[in-house]
């Protein structure tokens, strides 16, 4: 049973326009948050993370959004640009800290030129 | 500058062998750990530790074991690999927050 879901394999957006990357999960015990991203034959590497007595966090042109009622997070990238083109995974773990993350199965952004 | 290391990037092994994957973090990590990534499967915790000769499972443990006899040191042991053990290897450290990543082995069993 996943815990944490991406919905969406893969995902293309045109050069400059933005990007939404969604992730839902199923644990209610879940209170941090974070995104990864991930190019081939290489480590993923930490984007951005959210807590979950907050909403919103953002970090230049990356913010993630947490709706804990839904049970959504979803990172935007605006203006999306050639090189953010990886795979973007997103996980969550429990006691406020990334000593055990669960991670989603990621998807495939691909910013066309 | 963070930076965890995997002894090999690619690996091919015959069934039956005994396999070790090494990684090495200079971060003064008390945790690390090792996952695997497949297609469409995302990435599957193995196992971790929390410290020096302290090991915990993970969600897919099975057929694989640890070993952390230094703090900067964490071994992936495949004590007998098989097929289905053929996959993307990936460690991690964190001290509390944000986990980093090694480079990944890709390991092939034969």
């Known amino acids: 049973d996943q815990q944490v879901k991406q919905n969406s394999p893969s995902l293309s957006v045109q050069e400059g326009r933005i990007s939404i990357l969604n992730c839902d999960y199923t644990?209610?015990?879940?209170?941090?948050f974070l995104w990864y991203k991930k190019y081939p034959a290489e480590g993923p590497t930490f984007l951005i993370s959210?807590?979950?007595?907050?909403d919103k966090n953002e970090d230049g042109r990356f913010t993630v959004f947490l709706n804990k009622s839904a049970k959504h997070l979803s990172l935007h990238i605006v203006p999306s640009q050639p090189g953010d083109s990886a795979v973007y995974f997103c996980?969550?773990?429990?006691?406020?800290?990334?000593?055990?993350?669960?991670f989603g199965s990621g998807t495939q952004l691909t910013v066309l030129p | 500058d963070v930076k965890v290391t995997q002894s090999s990037r690619y690996l091919v092994k015959r069934t039956g062998e005994k396999v070790f994957l090494e990684c090495v973090q200079d971060?003064?990590?008390?945790?690390m750990f090792w996952y695997r990534q497949d297609p469409g499967l995302g990435l599957r915790l193995i196992y971790f530790?929390?410290?020096?000769?302290?090991?915990e499972k993970g969600d897919i443990p099975e057929g694989y074991s640890v070993s952390r006899e230094k703090k900067e040191r964490f071994s992936l042991i495949l004590e007998s690999a098989s097929t289905n053990q053929t996959s993307m290897y990936l460690c991690?450290?964190?001290?509390?927050?944000?986990?980093?990543f090694g480079p990944g082995t890709r390991l092939t069993v034969l």
């Open positions: 991690a450290s964190s001290l509390e927050g944000t986990q980093y």
């Open positions: 644990n209610s015990m879940f209170d941090y």
């Open positions: 959210i807590s979950s007595i907050k």
């Open positions: 996980a969550a773990s429990v006691g406020g800290s990334a000593r055990q993350l669960t």
């Open positions: 971060m003064d990590h008390e945790n």
């Open positions: 530790s929390y410290d020096v000769k302290m090991k």
